[in-house]
C-alpha cells in the first residue's frame, strides 16, 4: 500500500507548486478525478472538492502549496523544476531543496485513500486548498458548500503518534520605516556580508528548538561591530520559515578578520548542531549610503523565538512566540521593510505579544496582516474519541493527544460549519519548510494502516 501512496507523492513532486503558483497541480488534481471517473468542483479561489458519490460524510483535506526554500548553492528554478527527489531506503528527501512532504503526502494519502475505498463506500470526498502556507488563504475563502459532512480529517500534520486537536492562531506584522540618505563621503571601504548555513525550519514547531535566525545573527554583529552605514539589507524567505540567510552592503573601516572573528564567537552555540554556518565577505560597490544608527538597534530588539508557555491538559509547551522572518530594503524607496510573524494560543498572550513588540518600534510604521483564527479542542469529540480507540488497538499504545504550535486550516474550516467533527494527522516529517526535510517511509506506512482501519470503522 505505501509504494502506491508514494507513487502519488513522486507525481505531485513533478509538478511545481509553490504558493500562488498552483495552476498545474490544481489541472493534474482535476484530470486525476476524471480519469478516474470521479467528479469535481472548483471554487474561484482554485479549491478544489474531489467526490465519488452524492452525500459525503467524511471529508480528507489537503494543501496543495508547499514552501519553495532551497540551499544557497542550488540552482534549483522552483517555477519550472521537479522537486529532485532522492531516496535512502528509510527516508525520502530532496537534493538542495524542500521536499514538500508539507503537504504532498496529505495529497497523495488521500488520493490513495479515495481509490482503494472506492468499491466499497462513495461517501468519502477530498478537499485541497490553495495558497496555505502564506496565510491560510484558500481556507479563508473556500465554498461553504464543499464543507457539507460530518467528519473532516485533515492530513497535514507531522508525527505518526500523535492527533492534533487545536492549534494556535497567527498574524503578520509588517513593518515599514522611511531611510536617509547620508550626503558626507563614506568613510572606509564597501563591503558585502553574508551569514548562511542555518538550519532554518517551521517558525511554528520549530520555534522552541534554538535554531539559528540569520537576520538575528547579522543585526547583532552589525550593531556590536557598530556598524550602521548601510547600503543594503535582505534575508528571510517567507513569514513561517526561520530564516538561514541575510546579507548586508555596508561601509566600514573595520578589517575582515575583526568581521569574521566576532561573526563566529555570536555563532558558536550553533555550531554544535549545524556545522555549515558561515559568513562570507568581500569587496562590493555602492553609490548611495543609509544611516541606520537608530533602525538597526530598534529591529535588532524585536523577539525571536518563545515568548510564553503553556501548561494545560492538551498541551504543555508553547503558547505564544514571533519570527523575525523578513528583512529588506525597498529598493527606490528609500525605505527598509520588515516582517514578524507571530503564533498565539490565547488572545490574552496575542495581545501581549503585540505590545511587547510594538514598544520596540518609535519611529517605525506598522500594521496587521494575513489573520488566521486558532482551532479549539473539542474535548466531546466522536471522532477523537474513535481515533484513539482504533491506534490502541492498531499500536498497542494510545497516542499523544495535542494542540500544535502551527497554523491549520481546521480552525477556519470548522468556523464555515460549527458541525465539523475535526482531527489533524500525518506521518512523520522532519525540518519541514527547509532543505533538511525529510519523510520517514515507514511512518507512511503507519499513517496508512490507521487511516484505513479509521475510515473502515468511521
Same mark, same amino acid.
Request: net charge negative.
Given at each position: 500500500?505505501?509504494?502506491?501512496?508514494?507513487? #502519488?507523492?513522486?507525481?505531485?513532486?513533478?509538478?511545481?507548486?509553490?504558493?500562488?503558483?498552483?495552476?498545474?497541480? $490544481?489541472?493534474? $488534481?482535476?484530470?486525476?478525478?476524471?480519469?478516474?471517473?470521479?467528479?469535481?468542483?472548483?471554487?474561484?479561489?482554485?479549491?478544489?472538492?474531489?467526490?465519488?458519490?452524492?452525500?459525503?460524510?467524511?471529508?480528507?483535506?489537503?494543501?496543495?502549496?508547499?514552501?519553495?526554500?532551497?540551499?544557497?548553492?542550488?540552482?534549483?528554478?522552483?517555477?519550472?523544476?521537479? =522537486?529532485?527527489?532522492?531516496?535512502?531506503?528509510?527516508?525520502? #528527501?530532496? +537534493?538542495?531543496?524542500?521536499?514538500?512532504?508539507?503537504?504532498?503526502?496529505?495529497?497523495?494519502?488521500?488520493?490513495?485513500?479515495?481509490?482503494?475505498?472506492?468499491?466499497?463506500?462513495?461517501?468519502?470526498?477530498?478537499?485541497?486548498?490553495?495558497?496555505?502556507?502564506?496565510?491560510?488563504?484558500?481556507?479563508?475563502?473556500?465554498?461553504?458548500?464543499?464543507?457539507?459532512?460530518?467528519?473532516?480529517?485533515?492530513?497535514?500534520?507531522?508525527?505518526?503518534?500523535?492527533?492534533?486537536?487545536?492549534?494556535?492562531?497567527?498574524?503578520?506584522?509588517?513593518?515599514?520605516?522611511?531611510?536617509?540618505?547620508?550626503?558626507?563621503?563614506?568613510?572606509?571601504?564597501?563591503?558585502?556580508?553574508?551569514?548562511?548555513?542555518?538550519?532554518?525550519?517551521?517558525?511554528?514547531?520549530?520555534?522552541?528548538?534554538?535554531?539559528?535566525?540569520?537576520?538575528?545573527?547579522?543585526? *547583532?554583529?552589525?550593531?556590536?561591530?557598530?556598524?550602521?552605514?548601510?547600503?543594503?539589507?535582505?534575508?528571510?524567505?517567507?513569514?513561517?520559515?526561520?530564516?538561514?540567510?541575510?546579507?548586508?552592503?555596508?561601509?566600514? +573601516?573595520?578589517? $575582515?578578520?575583526?568581521?569574521?572573528?566576532?561573526?563566529?564567537?555570536?555563532?558558536?552555540?550553533?555550531?554544535?548542531?549545524?556545522?555549515?554556518?558561515?559568513?562570507?565577505?568581500?569587496?562590493?560597490?555602492?553609490?548611495? =549610503?543609509?544611516?541606520?544608527?537608530?533602525?538597526?538597534?530598534?529591529?535588532?530588539?524585536?523577539?525571536?523565538?518563545?515568548?510564553?508557555?503553556?501548561?494545560?491538559?492538551?498541551?504543555?509547551?508553547? *503558547?505564544?512566540?514571533?519570527?523575525?522572518?523578513?528583512?529588506?530594503?525597498?529598493?527606490?524607496?528609500?525605505?527598509?521593510?520588515?516582517? *514578524?510573524?507571530?503564533?498565539?494560543?490565547?488572545?490574552?498572550?496575542?495581545?501581549?505579544?503585540?505590545?511587547?513588540?510594538?514598544?520596540?518600534?518609535?519611529?517605525?510604521?506598522?500594521?496587521?496582516?494575513?489573520?488566521?483564527?486558532?482551532?479549539?479542542?473539542?474535548?466531546?469529540?466522536?471522532?477523537?474519541?474513535?481515533?484513539?480507540?482504533?491506534?490502541?488497538?492498531?499500536?498497542?499504545?494510545?497516542?499523544?493527544?495535542?494542540?500544535?504550535?502551527?497554523?491549520?486550516?481546521?480552525?477556519?474550516?470548522?468556523?464555515?460549519?460549527?458541525?465539523?467533527?475535526?482531527?489533524?494527522?500525518?506521518?512523520?516529517? #522532519?525540518?519541514?519548510?527547509?532543505?533538511? *526535510?525529510?519523510?520517514?517511509?515507514?511512518?507512511?506506512?503507519?499513517?496508512?494502516?490507521?487511516?484505513?482501519?479509521?475510515?473502515?470503522?468511521?
Amino acid at each position: 500500500m505505501v509504494d502506491n501512496v508514494l507513487d #502519488y507523492f513522486y507525481q505531485i513532486s513533478r509538478i511545481p507548486r509553490c504558493s500562488k503558483n498552483e495552476d498545474k497541480i $490544481i489541472k493534474f $488534481i482535476q484530470d486525476w478525478a476524471i480519469s478516474s471517473a470521479y467528479r469535481y468542483k472548483t471554487d474561484d479561489l482554485g479549491n478544489t472538492l474531489v467526490v465519488s458519490g452524492d452525500k459525503v460524510r467524511i471529508i480528507l483535506q489537503s494543501h496543495v502549496d508547499m514552501v519553495c526554500e532551497k540551499r544557497d548553492d542550488c540552482l534549483h528554478d522552483f517555477k519550472i523544476d521537479p =522537486i529532485p527527489i532522492k531516496s535512502d531506503g528509510l527516508f525520502i #528527501y530532496s +537534493d538542495g531543496t524542500s521536499l514538500g512532504a508539507d503537504n504532498g503526502i496529505g495529497m497523495a494519502l488521500s488520493m490513495y485513500m479515495m481509490d482503494y475505498f472506492r468499491s466499497q463506500r462513495d461517501d468519502i470526498a477530498l478537499l485541497f486548498t490553495v495558497d496555505e502556507e502564506t496565510g491560510l488563504n484558500g481556507a479563508k475563502g473556500v465554498d461553504p458548500s464543499f464543507l457539507d459532512a460530518e467528519y473532516l480529517i485533515n492530513l497535514d500534520s507531522e508525527a505518526d503518534d500523535t492527533v492534533i486537536v487545536g492549534c494556535a492562531g497567527g498574524t503578520d506584522m509588517i513593518i515599514t520605516r522611511d531611510l536617509c540618505k547620508k550626503t558626507d563621503s563614506f568613510v572606509g571601504r564597501a563591503i558585502k556580508i553574508s551569514v548562511s548555513g542555518f538550519s532554518g525550519g517551521h517558525s511554528g514547531v520549530d520555534i522552541d528548538k534554538g535554531f539559528g535566525n540569520a537576520i538575528k545573527v547579522l543585526l *547583532e554583529l552589525l550593531c556590536e561591530l557598530k556598524i550602521f552605514d548601510i547600503s543594503n539589507i535582505r534575508g528571510g524567505t517567507a513569514h513561517n520559515a526561520i530564516p538561514r540567510f541575510a546579507e548586508a552592503v555596508v561601509c566600514t +573601516d573595520l578589517d $575582515i578578520d575583526t568581521i569574521r572573528g566576532h561573526f563566529y564567537d555570536l555563532t558558536s552555540k550553533y555550531n554544535k548542531d549545524n556545522p555549515f554556518v558561515e559568513i562570507t565577505i568581500y569587496e562590493d560597490k555602492i553609490h548611495s =549610503i543609509y544611516d541606520m544608527r537608530e533602525i538597526i538597534p530598534s529591529i535588532k530588539r524585536l523577539n525571536h523565538g518563545v515568548v510564553t508557555k503553556l501548561d494545560d491538559q492538551f498541551w504543555n509547551g508553547v *503558547e505564544s512566540s514571533s519570527n523575525l522572518a523578513k528583512i529588506e530594503v525597498i529598493e527606490g524607496a528609500d525605505k527598509i521593510k520588515v516582517v *514578524e510573524s507571530l503564533r498565539s494560543s490565547s488572545e490574552i498572550a496575542m495581545n501581549y505579544l503585540k505590545k511587547l513588540l510594538e514598544k520596540e518600534l518609535n519611529g517605525f510604521n506598522f500594521y496587521y496582516c494575513c489573520d488566521y483564527p486558532g482551532w479549539k479542542p473539542d474535548r466531546d469529540s466522536l471522532l477523537l474519541k474513535e481515533t484513539v480507540d482504533i491506534y490502541e488497538k492498531l499500536f498497542s499504545i494510545p497516542p499523544k493527544v495535542e494542540v500544535i504550535h502551527a497554523g491549520l486550516e481546521c480552525g477556519i474550516l470548522k468556523g464555515k460549519n460549527e458541525k465539523l467533527d475535526i482531527i489533524s494527522i500525518g506521518p512523520n516529517i #522532519y525540518s519541514p519548510h527547509s532543505p533538511d *526535510e525529510r519523510l520517514q517511509i515507514k511512518s507512511v506506512d503507519k499513517i496508512v494502516k490507521f487511516l484505513n482501519r479509521l475510515l473502515t470503522d468511521l
